[in-house]
């Protein structure tokens, strides 16, 4: 990983959030998946660094930041712990990225907080899984996970792995996911679920975003499919839809030059700041 990204640790609200930094310019937050952390951004720390302030952090009870605390029982704790580290890193109306659950966190800070975020980038993105999936299908995935959770670590990042890449992902790209899913924290992603991950529905929120919103999705995605891309951009209004052939879930992960390219092309056509 490039020196040029810092690594650091900053308290919020009494949680110890830990967060990648690279890069000078306009801010832009990388919310990463679920059971993943700031790790799987640094293609994208290295890649966009150039023209953008990139800060990815690892949320609550991921990476090296601290479990979440007893008291979050709800989605919007963490996105309230998001725009903490957002005003606490002095991030004026950043561009927010977010890759599957961060997609989901990210329209919840939007939910909440509609004046933060400049612009959306949501890559294999949900309306939650809830407003996304059947429910039975949202279900069996609650069941799955938790059912992994209990598990040892590398058993999770084994099975967990086939529906992130594709079956044709190159072998160190497998070794480095790998490693990454084999350090979860059972405690933080139990917590995850208690908060109400499986049954979150965000479809109330999709018509009514109003900043610029680019959707991203691989045609490989076993996990949010293209069906629900469709979806997704039907209900957000004026969104850009790009579909990137060969890729599946962890789409800033295997073709990280086109995924840099299309959210470096989107932030840049958008109206300068007067």
């Known amino acids: 990983m490039s020196e040029q990204i810092q690594m650091d640790r900053i308290d919020v609200g009494g949680i110890r ?37 990139v800060v990815a952090w690892d949320m609550p009870g991921c990476g090296q930041s ?8 709800h989605t919007r704790d963490y996105a309230d712990c998001l725009v903490a580290f957002i005003e606490a890193l002095g991030l004026r109306q950043p561009h927010v990225l977010g890759l599957s659950f ?5 329209l919840e800070l939007y939910r909440w907080y509609p004046t933060i975020p400049r612009s959306l980038v949501l890559a294999s993105a949900y309306a939650g899984w809830a407003g996304s999936l059947p429910a039975e299908v949202a279900e069996q995935r609650k ?18 792995i086939p529906t992130l890449l594709r079956d044709s992902a190159p072998a160190e790209l497998v070794d480095e996911v790998t ?33 610029p919103t680019l959707l991203l999705y691989g045609d490989r995605d076993v996990r949010s499919p293209l069906k629900v891309a469709e979806e997704m951009h039907a209900q957000i209004p004026g969104s850009r839809l790009v579909v990137m052939p060969g890729v ?17 092309g989107f932030l840049r056509s958008l109206p300068v700041d007067p």
């Open 17 to 53: 959030i830990a967060y990648r930094r690279a890069g000078m310019g306009p801010p832009l937050v990388l919310l990463h998946g679920g059971p993943s952390d700031s790790r799987e951004w640094h293609y994208q720390l290295e890649g966009l660094s150039d023209e953008f302030a």
């Open 66 to 73: 601290a479990d979440p605390p007893e008291h979050f029982l």
């Open 102 to 106: 961060g997609s989901g966190l990210a």
């Open 143 to 160: 069941q799955r996970m938790l059912r992994l959770f209990d598990g040892p670590p590398d058993q999770f990042a084994r099975e967990f």
């Open 179 to 211: 490693t990454i899913l084999s350090e979860i924290h059972p405690a933080g992603q139990r917590a995850l679920f208690r908060a109400g991950f499986a049954e979150h529905d965000l479809r109330d929120v999709l018509p009514r975003i109003e900043v």
């Open 248 to 264: 599946g879930h962890a789409c800033d992960l295997e073709a990280p030059e086109r995924f840099n390219a299309e959210v470096r």
